[in-house]
């Protein structure tokens, strides 16, 4: 199952999901629920906008936003 990695990519940036919150939604309003959900793999589906604005902001690839995680739920 692919699963996002949103927070250790911050966490080795020294951000903070405010941050990253501040810095999306200053691009296109998103509502903290659905970002919460985004980078916490609560979320069933994203935007490809919503991708590509991640990896310009983190300055990263989507392939450094994915992880695999063998387990099934």
Request: charged share 10%; aromatic share 10%; hydrophobic share 30%.
């Amino acid at each position: 199952m692919l699963q996002l990695n949103v927070l250790s990519i911050l966490k080795q940036q020294n951000k903070s999901k405010y941050w990253l919150f501040n810095q999306l939604n200053t691009i296109k309003p998103i509502s903290y629920t659905n970002f919460n959900n985004i980078v916490t793999n609560k979320t069933k589906s994203i935007k490809y906008s919503t991708l590509t604005n991640l990896c310009n902001i983190l300055n990263c690839t989507p392939n450094d936003l994915f992880t695999t995680n063998n387990n099934t739920k």
